[in-house]
């Protein structure tokens, strides 16, 4: 069974694993460093999870980040760049991450988690549905700095 651990103090291993992971997820960004996922981890605004994987040892195999943050019309939550290895796909570990981003997320008293997901992305679209997510009628859009 998978391990999904929140994220308090960034190690070496911590590290090596964004830095292995963070590619198979975007090809535009690098990895963060030490200093911006200890930031990350110190933020009441942002959980960071981790997955282990018992059958590989307890390697690090996936991660989601949780941000939430209060505005006048309640609690909000989004899920972020979940990534889960390549060698560990399809045995339910983005599921594992995803449920437990949605504990998190009711704990703090968010009403509901926003996520967005590429259509190429087919199998995380399916699990975001077989979780519950629902499809918003909404326009998403981007500004670039």
């Known amino acids: ?6 994220v308090t103090q960034i190690t070496d291993e ?11 997820l975007s090809s535009s960004n690098p990895a963060p460093t030490r200093e911006e996922l200890q930031q990350m981890a110190d933020s009441e605004a942002t ?17 989601l980040s949780l941000a939430t943050f209060r505005i006048p019309t309640g609690v909000r939550a989004w899920i972020e760049d979940v990534v889960v290895d390549a060698e560990a796909r399809g045995k339910g570990i983005g599921e594992a991450l995803t449920r437990a981003a ?21 199998a995380a679209n399916r699990l975001y549905q077989r979780v519950g997510f629902k499809l918003r009628e909404t326009n998403t859009y981007r500004y670039n700095l």
């Open 47 to 63: 959980t960071l999870f981790i997955a282990r994987d018992p059958d590989l040892g307890g390697k690090i195999v996936g991660t």
């Open 1 to 6: 069974m998978v391990e999904i651990i929140e």
């Open 102 to 122: 949605l504990d998190k997320a009711r704990a703090l008293g968010a009403k509901t988690v926003d996520l967005t997901s590429r259509p190429s992305r087919e």
């Open 14 to 24: 911590i590290v090596a694993a964004f830095a292995r992971l963070i590619p198979q």
